[in-house]
């Protein structure tokens, strides 16, 4: 079992930044790929960015450029550094983590889920 806490999120201004956090559980935290979702009101939950195991990143076309996913297996936190936001990027987000991901984009492929963070963008 793996508990994940998300903390980071907030209200910013257009352009300015925000780090996420997700503190995880578990002695198998390296394992695992993690990725961050989100979810705006009235809209269904999508792929921002991810890092496998071996720290390959992929990330959402609306957000390359913008957002860095990185983790730290010391200390069992996988990070999102989001900076030059936009009012369009105001949404819950979501950490996950699945120990057998493929398709790093797909919600389904993961096991276990934060239970999300505010992050709120003025324009």
């Known amino acids: 079992q793996v508990q994940l806490i998300e903390s980071g999120g907030g209200l910013v201004q257009a352009g300015g930044s925000l780090r996420l956090s997700c503190a995880a559980s578990?002695?198998?935290?390296?394992?695992?790929?993690m990725a961050w979702f989100r979810q705006a009101t009235g809209k269904g939950r999508e792929f921002v960015g991810g890092?496998?195991?071996?720290?390959?990143?992929y990330y959402a076309d609306s957000v390359k450029g913008r957002f860095t996913i990185s983790r730290d297996n010391a200390k069992n936190t996988v990070y999102l550094q989001m900076n030059s936001l936009r009012p369009e990027d105001t949404a819950v987000y979501y950490c996950?983590?699945?120990?057998?991901?493929?398709?790093?984009?797909?919600?389904?492929?993961?096991?276990?889920w934060g239970q999300g963070t505010q992050v709120t963008v003025s324009s």
């Open positions: 996950a983590a699945g120990l057998r991901v493929i398709l790093i984009t797909t919600a389904s492929q993961y096991d276990y």
């Open positions: 890092i496998t195991w071996s720290e390959n990143t």
């Open positions: 578990g002695r198998t935290f390296s394992s695992y790929g």
